[in-house]
Every structure is written in C-alpha cells, then in structure tokens.
C-alpha cells in the first residue's frame, strides 16, 4: 500500500506474457499485460482503482456507490461488481441515450443488481450536466434513507490512481524477472487515472520502464490542462517529490479516430489480429483503439524495430456486443458463415 492507505484486496498480480506471433508479425518483441483477467464482474482495469475507493466509501459508512460514465461504461460495470460483492446498492449515471437494447455492459449491470440512470444530452458542458444530475440523484436516494458515496468517472481522481501506482510497482518487478526492464509500456488513455496512475508509480519509484499512452478519444484543451492538474493533485496529495510539465507525459494524439467508442474498420481489423493471432480478445472503446494505434505507430517507425513493448490490456471485451460494434462486425464476417437448412 503506497503512502500508507489503505485499500480493498481485489486484485492479484496478473501476469506478463509474450505474444510470439503478433511480435513476429510486427518485428517487435510484445508482451501483454492481462488486468483484463481480473476477478469479478467479468475483470478489467478499474478493480485496481476501486481497490481504493470502495475502501474509503466503506471506512465513511456508505451504504450506495454513484458513478458516471457512458451508457456501456466498462468502469460502472466493475463498480457495481464490486457494490454487489461488498453489499452495497451502486447506480450509475450516464449522459447517453438508451441504445435499443439490454445488451453487454447494461445487462451486465443490471443481472448485478445496479441502477442505470440514462439522460439525453442537452448540449451544455457535459461536467455541467454530470453534476446536476448526480446532485439530484443524490438527493433522492440520501431521501431514502441511502448514504450515497460517489466516484467520479473512470474512478479517475488522486485516490483511484493509487491502483495504477501499485500496477507499476507490480510491472517493474516483474519486467526485471523477465529480463525486460528496458521495456516501453503502452496503455490506452481515457479518463487518464490509468495513465497517471502508472507515470507516478514509475516515476516516483525509480522505474527504468518507459510508459506512451495512446488517447482512445479526442485530446483537447481540457484534457491537456487536466492532465497537468491531475499530476498536481497527486504529488500534492502523497507527497511525492517528483516535478513534471506537460512535456513530460508521453501521449499520442493521433488515432483517436476522430470520437470516443466509435465503429472504426482499423480497429475492426486489429481486434481480429489481435484474436487471430494470439486468441486474446481486445474491445472496440479502449485496448482494439489502442493496439489500432500500437500497429499504426510500428508501421510508421515511431516504435523501432526490435523494441520490447509491453501493451496493458486493460479489459471491456464486453464492448463487443454493444448493438454499433456488434452489426459493424457482423457486416464483416457474416460472409465466413455457412448456413445450411
């Protein structure tokens, strides 16, 4: 436990493993970090982040956890997981419209028991629109006699990205096992607690690992002031005598695909390779974008032959069957399957 705070035991260390084919295929030497094994709930990153804060929700006597995020947020989904797990109700929030069906994330929350609250955007800032909403739900669940902790979306303050230092104190350790220390790590970037998490890990523990971050959706100017402030907020908070500016966090910009979680023909093809190749399933939102981007990034020379990548899949394969990735595949691959009456 880092800084001395206490958490929540959900996570055991996953593995490193390497992908022959894909690094044959590519030139490089790849390895896969599998946090998308993680226990509950169907596993992914954000257990590490609730590890966290689930634990002080508790410590503070809540009986609700509230968070935020798409419609098919992969980090609601663990949160009601871990809600369930722990006996508390959990509702999640979402400034997204109903997407015709009860499929992937959804069901997954609702067979746990969990609330989703969906309202259509009505065109202002979207934080705006977030915190009323939760300001309201907050009030009618407290009304009911609930004491409603909330997490923000993505479990991404200075809190839930102590999962993510401990993620880099896990990977550093296990790199110089390997023999792989001199690695470059790439994760994908969203709500950026991932990301930040495992540059303060790295850095403010001394790690010879390198860490590139692949945004999965538009990096515009709230994001490259909120990136400096989060790293504010966290030397601040535990006291780490590491500086850093903007310059310092390794981020690229450029396959975002132009929105976030939307049906992209080169992340289609790189989920297949991914699948094809080393039988591992990525999703359409966040790891198919980033491992897109990861091949993108190879092709150009951006990452040099022969180098040694370990890629962090983060979890989401449930993104899979939400109803826009799920026809833009079947319009694919519904030419390899045979139907005889």
Sequence with gaps: MPFGINKLNLVAPTAIEYLPALSRELGIELYIKRDDL???????????????????ALAQGATML??????????????????AKYGLKCAI????????EVSANILLDRIMGCDLI???????????????LCAQLIAEYEAKGEKVYYIPMGGSNALGALGYYDCAVELTEQAE?????????????GSMGTYMGLYCG??????????????????????????????NEMKETFGMEIDAVRENFDIVKDYTRGAYNNACAEVREAICLMAQKEAILLDPCYTGKAFAGLVEMVKEGRIAQGE??????TGGFPGLYTRHHREAFEEEL????????
């Design 308 to 313: 040694k990548v370990i890629f962090l899949h």
């Design 202 to 231: 790295l850095k403010n523990e001394g790690s010879p690992l390198r860490l590139t971050g692949i945004a999965i959706s538009p990096f515009g100017d709230y994001k490259e002031k909120r990136i400096v402030n989060y790293f």
């Design 118 to 132: 969906l309202k259509s955007d009505d065109g202002r800032d979207e934080n705006l629109q977030f915190e009323e």
């Design 38 to 56: 993680t226990s509950w709930g169907a596993g992914g990153n954000k257990l590490r982040k609730l590890e966290y804060l689930v634990a002080d």
């Design 66 to 83: 509230l968070t935020v995020g798409g419609a098919q947020t992969n980090h609601g989904r663990l949160t009601a997981a871990v809600a």
């Design 93 to 100: 929030a979402a400034i997204d419209e109903y997407p015709g």
């Design 177 to 189: 096992a390997m023999g792989i220390s001199d690695a470059r790590v790439i994760d994908a970037v």
């Design 334 to 341: 519904l030419g390899g399957v045979r139907i005889i009456k």
